[in-house]
């Protein structure tokens, strides 16, 4: 009887244990918020001969409104004026530089069944302006885009000697010599990637501003040489370019359509149709870092420029 004095207790105590585990409702965890961050901004530079120097005018305006690439995309001409910045060079130095700059500084003819220029002055050139860093030393991530003659494959140079990358990516069939690297010939890289926003993508970039300085295909300027240059490498880059754009946050269109594929002389009104072309998106892409740096999972890209 003692026994079952003391047993009556404890097994009550314990009965009442049993039905407060059973009723409580079982603890939630509340999921941790996206630690806020600074997005990695991208800028993908299409190319377009002398059309290039508008990439220097949307950096000049990019950079004067706090917003600063961490990585440098570049194809053909966005890949010569990419390397620039990309090395370090302020978008006033590169203007300087394109303002003096010369056929001549870039020019060396040779007689040769697949092209006329050489590509080896282009090569020095950019070299020498990068302050003969490779690419890996760049304080920039940079990656310029060409096309392997022999498959017709993208290759994304994104480490080794800048200047032989730039002269790879720059090298437009029948015009330049193709590079050759590591037993390997390239020609331009707008062939496959006319303006590379997937390569800056697959970089890690969480906002992607594009340049497109490519013009339209004009049947009524394909009279000449160059104008049959113009003509041809527009309609070969079209599909390409419009594929590419759709993966673009932003889309930044200069209008250079009537400046020529080797009109150098009129790198300052090229620059300022960058510049101009730049301001009407800056506010746009201003909005969209604020609105990643307060939730990047929830981050939505803005809507991209009709094309």
């Given at each position: 009887m003692k026994l079952l004095h003391y047993l009556i207790p404890s097994l009550f105590v314990l009965a009442l244990t049993g039905c407060d585990s059973a009723t409580k409702t079982p603890a939630t965890t509340t999921p941790t918020p996206a630690k806020a961050r600074e997005p990695v901004i991208a800028i993908a530079l299409g190319g377009g001969g002398a059309k290039g120097f508008a990439h220097i005018g949307v950096l000049k305006v990019l950079e004067s409104h706090g917003i600063k690439p961490k990585i440098v995309t570049g194809t053909s001409a966005g890949s010569f004026v990419g390397s620039l910045y990309a090395s370090g060079k302020t978008p006033y130095q590169m203007q300087q530089l394109a303002l003096n700059f010369k056929e001549s500084d870039i020019r060396d003819l040779t007689l040769n069944s697949?092209?006329?220029?050489?590509?080896?002055?282009?090569?020095?050139?950019?070299?020498?302006?990068?302050?003969?860093?490779?690419?890996?030393?760049?304080?920039?991530?940079?990656?310029?885009?060409?096309?392997?003659?022999?498959?017709?494959?993208?290759?994304?140079?994104?480490?080794?000697?800048?200047?032989?990358?730039?002269?790879?990516?720059?090298?437009?069939?029948?015009?330049?010599?193709?590079?050759?690297?590591?037993?390997?010939?390239?020609?331009?890289?707008?062939?496959?990637?006319?303006?590379?926003?997937?390569?800056?993508?697959?970089?890690?970039?969480?906002?992607?501003?594009?340049?497109?300085?490519?013009?339209?295909?004009?049947?009524?300027?394909?009279?000449s040489m160059f104008g049959l240059l113009d003509q041809t490498i527009n309609i070969m880059g079209q599909q390409s370019i419009n594929e590419e754009l759709k993966n673009a946050n932003f889309v930044i269109q200069p209008k250079v359509g009537h400046i020529g594929t080797l009109d150098l002389k009129s790198s300052n009104a090229t620059i300022l149709e960058g510049e101009k072309a730049a301001q009407l998106k800056v506010n746009s892409i201003i909005k969209a870092i604020d609105n990643f740096k307060q939730s990047p999972a929830a981050f939505k890209p803005a809507p991209k420029a009709k094309i």
């Open positions: 697949q092209g006329i220029i050489q590509g080896q002055k282009l090569q020095d050139f950019v070299n020498k302006n990068v302050g003969n860093k490779s690419i890996e030393q760049f304080p920039k991530r940079f990656a310029a885009v060409a096309t392997r003659l022999d498959n017709g494959s993208k290759t994304e140079f994104n480490r080794g000697n800048a200047g032989q990358a730039v002269r790879a990516s720059c090298s437009i069939p029948n015009v330049f010599v193709p590079a050759t690297i590591a037993g390997v010939k390239y020609v331009d890289g707008g062939l496959v990637s006319p303006i590379p926003v997937k390569t800056a993508r697959d970089m890690g970039a969480d906002i992607v501003i594009a340049v497109d300085i490519s013009a339209r295909p004009d049947g009524s300027k394909a009279v």
